[in-house]
């Protein structure tokens, strides 16, 4: 009997078999940026790739191994998408009202319907920079992570930071008995504060600290979209996030929020919508990455036209300013060498339709094998995670997709993924 309990006791806490994953590939980018490879095969387990191999491999030299045939389709590293707000694609009025009468049960049921959209669409990693809504996003990030629910690996900022009335100002738009019970633990108006800013963020466990340093697009005030912090302010919140070892990403359009943040030792700008030739010394002298989320112009296309008086007139205005120079920064920028990250914004536009940026990024500059480099390595590089993410090389993580055609020649084939795996595990066969 003891010799029965003692097996019985081995087979318990032995270690679950890992069964061998061949994915045979008609076309593999497998180092972005590198050529293409031409027929190929990835041996894959547990959840990581373990060798890449010339030709097509079956389960005669990996016995047992399951294939998967994507002989007739290009395969490349799952995207990365470095600007999302998961919890919700509704904007306007819409979504001010949505902000006072759904709950935090309601937004976490939201934001996994749209992790799910994203990790269809082929994107595999996102940083979803700030939302809020009662740490939900925080809390989908570690669900995803124990293989609870579907979605993409989620870097998150949980709740972004600006000054008062700032883009961050939950209350901005709302009748002043709503604004009493809006949290401000996110707004800052002194070096003290704004260090206390992030020390909260920090203690919620972020992995990214998100500021921002100019107005905002979609806030509800009349104050514009230049500068609308203090330099005290900006340092203390960039250097507090450096302090706790957290990358610092910046919300800034006007020229001279780019150029304060970056001075001070920003890691990357989202939407930079005004740069100018200040901005490209700063981006070079400190190696900070640009997100320009060009897609934003898309989401504002589609609510005006399905509904004319779908925003208020403070931000209609900076929308239409916005549809005007979308693409200018991003044209000087590749003019002069500055690292670009993907990032779409996705919320401003639909959760599910990242890919449509990189046809914006081809419009306004670069090429296909550049829009696709930030995507990939230049996006991994940017969250900290080469060496998870963002190429298909021995020891890292499983995340691939497949396309019909060849995306270096037309990246419109992004737009309709074929197949994903994620992290090892398969999220989409068509």
């Known amino acids: 009997m003891r010799l029965l309990a003692s097996a019985l006791l081995c087979l318990a806490t032995a270690p679950a078999f890992a069964q061998t994953v061949l994915v045979q590939a008609g076309h593999l ?18 959840d990581k790739v373990v060798a890449v191999h010339e030709g097509f ?20 590293p799952g995207l990365i998408d470095s600007h999302v707000h998961l919890t919700s694609d509704r904007g306007g009025a819409e979504g001010q009202l949505a902000w006072v009468t759904q709950n935090a049960a309601a937004w976490a049921y939201e934001a996994e319907m749209n992790a799910g959209k994203t990790v269809n669409a082929g994107f595999t990693t996102v940083r979803n920079l700030g939302d809020g809504k009662e740490g939900v996003t ?5 669900a995803v992570a124990r293989g609870w629910v579907r979605g993409p690996r989620i870097l998150d900022a949980g709740e972004a930071i600006s000054t008062t009335s700032g883009h961050m100002d939950g209350r901005l738009g709302y009748a002043d008995w709503v604004q009493q019970g809006v949290e401000t633990h996110n707004l800052c108006d002194s070096a003290e504060s704004c260090r206390h800013a992030v020390r ?13 340093t100019t107005g905002g697009v979609n806030s509800v005030v009349g ?31 006007g020229e001279d929020g780019v150029n304060l943040a970056l001075a001070l030792g920003a890691d990357s700008i989202e939407h930079g919508t005004m740069l ?55 044209e000087l920028a590749m003019k002069h060498g500055v690292k670009i990250a993907f990032g779409t914004d996705a919320g401003v536009s639909k959760h599910g339709r990242n890919a449509d940026e990189f046809e914006l990024m081809v419009e306004h500059g670069m090429t296909p094998t550049q829009a696709i480099e930030a995507a990939t390595t230049n996006a991994a590089a940017l969250l900290g995670i080469s060496q ?11 995340d691939l997709i497949a396309v019909d055609g060849d995306p270096t020649r037309d990246v419109r084939v992004l737009k309709s993924v074929r197949f994903v795996m994620a992290a090892g595990k398969v999220a989409k066969d068509m």
Do not use: C
């Open 200 to 212: 909260v963020q920090v203690g919620r466990g972020v992995d990214v600290i998100k500021i921002a």
């Open 276 to 330: 100018d030739e200040e901005s490209v010394k700063l981006f070079k002298k400190s190696g900070a990455y640009y997100v320009p989320t060009l897609s934003t112009i898309n989401g504002y296309k589609e609510r005006l036209a399905a509904n004319p008086n779908a925003f208020a007139p403070a931000v209609l205005a900076k929308i239409k300013w916005r549809l005007d120079v979308t693409g200018k920064s991003l």
């Open 29 to 46: 980018l497998d180092r972005p940026g590198q050529p293409m490879r031409g027929p190929s095969t990835l041996v894959i387990r547990d």
């Open 388 to 398: 998870l993410a963002g190429s298909l090389e021995t020891g890292k993580s499983a």
């Open 57 to 76: 491999v079956g389960a005669e030299r990996y016995p047992g191994a399951r294939v998967i045939d994507q002989r007739q389709r290009y395969v490349l």
């Open 223 to 253: 104050a514009g979209l230049k500068r609308q912090m203090f330099e005290d302010e900006a340092r203390a919140l960039i250097d507090t996030a450096h302090l706790y070892g957290k990358k610092v990403a910046v919300h800034a359009h």
């Open 138 to 142: 925080l809390a989908l990030r570690d």
